[in-house]
Each structure stands twice: as C-alpha cells, then as structure tokens.
Nanobody
Framework: QVQLVESGGGLVQAGDSLSVSCAAS????????MAWFRQAPGKERELIAG????????YLADSVKGRFILSRGNGETAICLQMNSLKPEDTDVYYC??????????????????WGQGTQVTVST
C-alpha cells in the first residue's frame, strides 16, 4: 500500500518563497516517479514538476522554470518543491502524485496511480 503524505503550503505574499514536501511510504524503487500537480477550481490538474527517484529524468513546467526547484529528500522516498518568486497565479491546490515506474516523467494526471490529499498554496498581491 503506497501512501503519500504532503506537508507545507500556506498563505504568502507575492514574491515570497514557500516549499511543499511529499513523503511516500511503500514506494522504494529508483524507477518510481514522484511529481507535483496543481489544480485550480474547474480546471484540470497540471503537472508542474516531476522526477524519477534515481534522479533523472526531471521535468519542470515552463510556467515555473527559473522559480521552482524540485529535489529528492535525503535518504527516503520523498520530494521537495521549493517555490520562489511566487505569483498570485501560482495560487492553487498542489497535489503530490506517484507511480511505480516509467521511462520518463508522465505528463497527464491519469498516468499516475497514487495521490496525496492536496495542500493549498495561496499567494496574495
């Protein structure tokens, strides 16, 4: 049984930084993929960052390149998304997702098997 536990998120002002983390239990393969999606009300979940637990390949959406950094947790199956220079348009519910194996980082939400409960990120002006 794979469980994803998210932490972090919250309310910040535009230009601030914030991080969200996700720890997976029951998922130990270096071929596993972990990723962060975000979703606004009425919209589809959008992949913003993902990586294979071996460290390569990685993915960052164009909308967050240069501002967000995705990294692995030390010594555990976990990822951390460091979000810098936050903008009001980054306001969304952020979801951690995972699947056991893939050759690359899948883009669509329906390609992921496991999901966290979601954490709200709100960026005020």
């Amino acid at each position: 049984q794979v469980q994803l536990v998210e932490s972090g998120g919250g309310l910040v002002q535009a230009g601030d930084s914030l991080s969200v983390s996700c720890a997976a239990s029951g998922l130990t393969s270096d071929y596993a993929i972990m990723a962060w999606f975000r979703q606004a009300p009425g919209k589809e979940r959008e992949l913003i960052a993902g990586l294979r637990m071996s460290g390569s390949p990685t993915y960052l959406a164009d909308s967050v390149k240069g501002r967000f950094i995705l990294s692995r947790g030390n010594g555990e199956t976990a990822i951390c998304l460091q979000m810098n220079s936050l903008k009001p348009e980054d306001t969304d519910v952020y979801y951690c997702a995972a699947r056991r194996t893939a050759s690359g980082v899948p883009i669509r939400a329906d390609q992921y098997t496991y999901w966290g409960q979601g954490t709200q990120v709100t960026v005020s002006t």
